[in-house]
């Protein structure tokens, strides 16, 4: 089932450099291992911004909120979900 | 180079059943065609809404233009863009 | 699997009374047999206003679009979805 | 007499983690005490969030007043509340 | 039980002006005679618009949607509704 | 001369409680004061939140600015205004 | 007493052309009229819009009320009040 | 030239008072120097508020620019600027 | 003296065609007038919509609102203006 | 391909005088550096605030991107991003 995930950052300018570089590494990682599995589908950068357009694919809304507040700059970001399905017009098979 | 669109159609409700019928196949017959040439890579519809959210892989700005105000209806949809571009922590090829 | 949908209901104030009647019927026909199946859980006016709160517990994204999208009121409601799930302080078996 | 009240929860970044540690068991304790006693009725996390729908059956305004403004987490959430009643196409006697 | 509501009129501008003068003709007695019983506190013109600001005292949420939603104006009318309580500060005894 | 004043307090999460329990008094003590005159006709805390609906009783706009940015709670509030008159409709003397 | 008013005009573009031009030529009249009796003490066009900004210096809310409700135009405005009074930093004696 | 620029003061609660006053009063000076010249023709208080409402005369954009980033209040201030002119319909030989 | 000023065009969805290609011809010959004479410096498609981003190059306000005003799709556009000068880190001459 | 961005710069107030100076200077010369190459192809100030409108000239989004998130000055500010292509009714040769 797929939702799309929009993301802001918003990291306080006064984070010391060191805690950030930390935090957005753990991030990274833990973005990877998800697209790794096939849950994180797609992920680009928003150009001109700090912000990203995700589309996951998950088994309900649980695992949506499971793998969405573990995200390690959860507490820095502002977040929009959208349920997505088939659109009727869609030739393209996985776009379920 | 690719574009998140999101396009909600607000269809007049006094629109004869039968235009309406038509100006939808001819959009679908418009989209199809283009999800063929690989140029609508992604077409999903926004659980409960009349809205969907697309992905374009398109030349440049110009052609992103000449696809959205071809599309039959352009007329009657609230329309956004945001331009994407390859996020550091992917790891999926095509999406750059 | 739960959602929330709010909905206002925006008639043309010059729809004739006869149809506006007629379409009423049919929604409030539609919602019961639903709320029958178990798929529309609750259902709440919101108090001063031409709105309602409802909670939906469909199978998947495709299910609320299925369900949302054939109400007859649809061309002239505002819609909003939030996807919900279990909250870690609740104590009710049945608000997964 | 029904109440739909949406609680997004803000903490600042830099609160110590025991300090919100303390401040979450404090409120799932309040929460689940009037879960108990039936005042909170439904209790749901928005899936992708740190945010919440609830349903509470309070005697009056003055008592979701009370319940409200006594959370724990009251002075770093955004609250947004309507008042709910009997919907007329519902089928579902405890939905007044 | 006190609610502030608030309404904004928004009358299509070619209604006719005989149709306009007997829905506002009904609205006023319907008014006049809520604000005799007691149930319509107060009622006042916001200055330089075709709005007011009143207060209702009702027995419940449900009350409240019956009166409101039998407004003769009401199909034109864009409502916000705040449910109100005493505040700790009042000295007035039917600020209640 | 009537207008409607909306205080929404936001006391930043980290002021001494000492601190604020001293501004909260002052304010209390001056709201009672302008309740006595009878500049501050009414006050009403609305459910759910940390704001007040009130009628203020003035001279003219000058007096309302004095009371306003006057009180002690004023850096730390909200505060939207609108003027009121009397309504057409009312049957009340003092609803002017 | 000042109030800045703000008036943006939305006339329906199938307005006939004549009528129009009389509303228009009927607004002009009362509004040099007003600006005659000092009521109307400023008066400007916003560059590029068809709005305006105006200074209005009357005796109470009610007046306020009596002169813009009264405008010509007023079914076909969306209008903002502000009220005014005395900046402790202001030279002007008649900037009251 | 004229324009309008509405100006609210956010002044951060934990501001020294002695740094305030100090700020506000060269505020002050800077405006009442450009009143003296006729540059800043009109200062209002918004009442209700820590704002103010301004009309400037100046020679152009980069005059108006070099004036309100040169206000002492200027990095604590949310502001709006409206280009003005001539309105057709005013009888008031300075409102140009 | 420069302004950015957008524009979104909404044409009613039932303007006859000859109608709507009449208006349109008019606008362009309107628009390419004064970009020949340099008042209206750029001019271009927002990608995606029926808008666009302009700057003008005017003596003053007043030309501003006589030149915007008079565009054959004024009545059916949003505008939104800004005033533009020059920027301390341009190196571009005529970017005043 | 040109981009319109709008930048607003919201520099904490508490910033050290001379840490704000260091910032401000490298944005300079990251700008400068960018206009010389005809990438950065206009810069103008909005009368009236701390913000610019600009126009970029780049290969693709991700060029944007790198551009945007490599200023000085970009943790600290709100921008916006419109692509832009020719518009058919434009006369100037490198308006595309």
Redesign the interface.
Known sequence: ?????EMTVK????MPAEQAAKIKAT??AY??KL??QGKWR?????????A??S?FDVE???E??KI??GLPL???ME?S????????????DD??
Do not use: T
Request: proline share 10%; charged share 20%.
């Open positions: 089932m797929l939702f799309q995930v990291l306080p300018p006064d991030e990274k973005s990877q697209q790794d797609h992920l680009w950068r928003v150009a001109g911004s700090y990203n357009v589309i309900d809304n649980a949506l909120q969405v507040s959860f507490p820095y977040i979900v959208k349920p997505l399905c088939r659109h009727p017009s869609s030739i393209r776009d379920r």
